[in-house]
């Protein structure tokens, strides 16, 4: 029986199938019935139906790609489909023979097909962008396919700092990744030049410059810092307490650093900012702020107190009155960090919020910007490390000479209108404390945050 199946086969190849004293085996096909073709971003998807003999093992498609490079693709019996690459604008009629691959290395005549194409990834990318004006610098947005692939390079004709000529900056380079809807990154300026000229540069997959566009003169924007008298927040949360001195006034008294730490009549307290508990984390209660009136909002930048118990930041604060007790620590606030902050926007809507309670009830929030690092990040890389290296400054004098240390959410100029009034800060997520051992408390079960000064930038006028 199986001898019988066999000689069926055979008879039916040598019937399909014949060679030519060239060796090319000729192949009874039709390749509107055998091939099909279905655009896609960056080529097509061809799919196939083989015929019915034992002796083929696959088919070979060439053709030329968008830099005139011969593309050879392969596909094999085991499946019926096989991915065309090699494109950017979309095309039509794209011209490719197919052959069938046999045993011994033979192969059939060639089928004349024709395919068509969706613009690629990169091409999507750079019709989509667009640059608008931002604080000290500018913003991107732009909207990604499904399966995106490439890169991005964005520049700014500047001053090249070893030539001093001028040439491209780059600012930034990223790979395209599908977007949900819009997404919008934003940039300040390594050099001070006012009204920049933009341009961004996409790359296929394969590492070639697909195309380029340029924004012209972008104007700039100058922020500056919101007087604390001139908002009032509101924090549900807050931990106020005289002798550690804790409290709300703490954000706002100027001391980014913590230089007043150093101080004898503060030494072993915090002068700053703790709320708790559920302020951070699924289900945090929210601060707020009023402005007063609608403002165009620049970024809120939270800054992190020097960790140092040399300046008198020693020791514990636990208050046993909350079940379960809290470990508070300033001489240790490595859990109580925030490494992701969302902002929202409200519009002045004429009513005076002079409780948590009657803004925390307002409703119709706009998401205007975010801060995100993840909470279990090596601490050298946090945003929060240069306050919390293991060699912090021991004097008065060496505070005052470092950095500033703060996370900003920045905030898109574009769309804003004429600002908003009232500004919600949701802390979505605190560090987790990087070492382990000790009586600290590693996981921060009830949610605190700690953070020492807060600043509201806006439009400067």
């Given at each position: 029986?199986?001898?019988?199946?066999?000689?069926?086969?055979?008879?039916?190849?040598?019937l399909?199938?014949?060679?030519?004293?060239?060796?090319?085996?000729?192949?009874?096909?039709?390749?509107?019935?055998?091939?099909?073709?279905?655009?896609?971003?960056?080529?097509?998807?061809?799919?196939?139906?083989?015929?019915?003999?034992?002796?083929?093992?696959?088919?070979?498609?060439?053709?030329?790609?968008?830099?005139?490079?011969?593309m050879?693709?392969?596909?094999?019996?085991?499946?019926?489909?096989?991915?065309?690459?090699?494109?950017?604008?979309?095309?039509?009629?794209?011209?490719?023979?197919?052959?069938?691959?046999?045993?011994?290395?033979?192969?059939?005549?060639?089928?004349?097909?024709?395919?068509?194409?969706?613009?690629?990834?990169?091409?999507?990318f750079?019709?989509?962008?667009?640059?608008?004006?931002?604080?000290?610098g500018?913003?991107?947005?732009?909207?990604n396919?499904?399966?995106?692939?490439?890169?991005?390079?964005?520049?700014?004709?500047?001053?090249?700092?070893?030539?001093?000529?001028?040439?491209?900056?780059?600012?930034?380079?990223?790979?395209l990744?599908?977007?949900?809807?819009?997404?919008?990154?934003?940039?300040?300026?390594?050099?001070?030049?006012?009204?920049?000229?933009?341009?961004?540069?996409?790359?296929?997959?394969?590492?070639?410059?697909v195309?380029?566009?340029?924004?012209p003169?972008?104007?700039?924007?100058?922020?500056?810092?919101?007087?604390?008298?001139?908002?009032?927040?509101?924090?549900?949360r807050?931990?106020?307490?005289?002798?550690?001195?804790?409290?709300?006034?703490?954000?706002?008294?100027?001391?980014?650093?913590?230089e007043?730490?150093?101080?004898?009549?503060?030494?072993?307290?915090?002068?700053?900012?703790?709320?708790?508990?559920?302020?951070?984390?699924?289900?945090?209660?929210?601060?707020?702020?009023?402005?007063?009136?609608?403002?165009?909002l620049?970024?809120v930048?939270?800054?992190?107190?020097?960790?140092?118990?040399?300046?008198?930041?020693?020791?514990?604060?636990e208050?046993?009155?909350?079940?379960?007790?809290?470990?508070?620590?300033?001489?240790?606030n490595?859990?109580?960090?925030?490494?992701?902050?969302?902002?929202?926007?409200?519009?002045?809507?004429?009513?005076?919020?002079?409780?948590?309670?009657?803004?925390?009830c307002?409703?119709?929030?706009?998401?205007?910007g975010?801060?995100?690092?993840?909470?279990?990040?090596?601490?050298?890389?946090?945003?929060?490390?240069?306050?919390?290296?293991?060699?912090?400054?021991?004097?008065?004098?060496?505070?005052?000479?470092?950095?500033?240390?703060?996370?900003?959410?920045?905030?898109?100029?574009?769309?804003?209108?004429?600002?908003?009034?009232?500004?919600?800060?949701v802390?979505?997520?605190?560090?987790?404390?990087?070492?382990?051992?000790?009586n600290?408390n590693?996981?921060?079960?009830?949610?605190y945050?700690?953070?020492?000064?807060?600043?509201?930038?806006?439009?400067?006028e």
């Open positions: 029986m199986k001898n019988l199946l066999f000689i069926s086969l055979l008879i039916l190849g040598l399909g199938c014949n060679d030519d004293e060239s060796g090319i085996v000729h192949v009874d096909l039709q390749p509107s019935e055998a091939f099909s073709f279905t655009p896609v971003p960056g080529g097509a998807v061809m799919r196939y139906k083989l015929p019915a003999d034992p002796e083929i093992v696959g088919l070979e498609v060439r053709y030329n790609d968008a830099w005139g490079q011969e050879l693709r392969v596909g094999g019996t085991t499946c019926d489909s096989l991915q065309l690459v090699g494109f950017n604008e979309k095309k039509e009629n794209v011209s490719a023979q197919v052959n069938l691959c046999f045993y011994n290395d033979r192969k059939s005549q060639s089928f004349d097909v024709t395919f068509s194409t969706e613009d690629s990834a990169p091409v999507t750079l019709k989509s962008a667009e640059i608008f004006a931002n604080w000290e500018f913003s991107l947005r732009f909207n396919p499904a399966n995106a692939t490439g890169m991005a390079h964005v520049f700014y004709l500047g001053i090249d700092p070893q030539s001093q000529l001028p040439d491209t900056i780059l600012v930034s380079s990223f790979l990744e599908e977007t949900d809807g819009n997404e919008i990154i934003n940039y300040k300026m390594q050099q001070d030049i006012k009204d920049p000229t933009i341009v961004v540069r996409a790359e296929d997959f394969r590492g070639y410059i195309d380029e566009k340029v924004w003169n972008v104007k700039s924007l100058v922020s500056g810092k919101l007087n604390p008298d001139n908002f009032t927040f509101f924090c549900d807050v931990i106020v307490h005289e002798k550690h001195k804790l409290g709300s006034e703490y954000l706002f008294d100027g001391d980014k650093k913590g007043i730490l150093a101080l004898e009549e503060n030494r072993g307290k915090a002068c700053s900012f703790i709320a708790g508990p559920n302020s951070a984390g699924e289900d945090a209660v929210p601060m707020y702020m009023d402005l007063k009136q609608n403002r165009v620049s970024s930048r939270l800054y992190a107190v020097y960790h140092s118990e040399y300046l008198g930041r020693r020791g514990y604060w208050d046993s009155s909350t079940e379960g007790g809290m470990n508070l620590c300033y001489g240790d490595g859990n109580e960090l925030p490494c992701e902050v969302t902002i929202y926007g409200l519009k002045d809507d004429g009513q005076v919020a002079s409780t948590f309670e009657t803004i925390d307002k409703e119709g929030w706009v998401k205007l975010s801060f995100k690092e993840d909470k279990n990040l090596p601490e050298k890389e946090r945003w929060t490390y240069p306050a919390r290296d293991i060699y912090p400054p021991r004097t008065i004098q060496q505070v005052q000479a470092s950095p500033e240390v703060f996370m900003e959410v920045i905030i898109p100029a574009i769309e804003q209108g004429d600002g908003y009034r009232y500004v919600k800060m802390i979505d997520e605190v560090f987790k404390y990087p070492y382990s051992g000790g600290i590693n996981h921060n079960p009830y949610n945050v700690q953070f020492h000064e807060l600043e509201i930038y806006t439009e400067k």
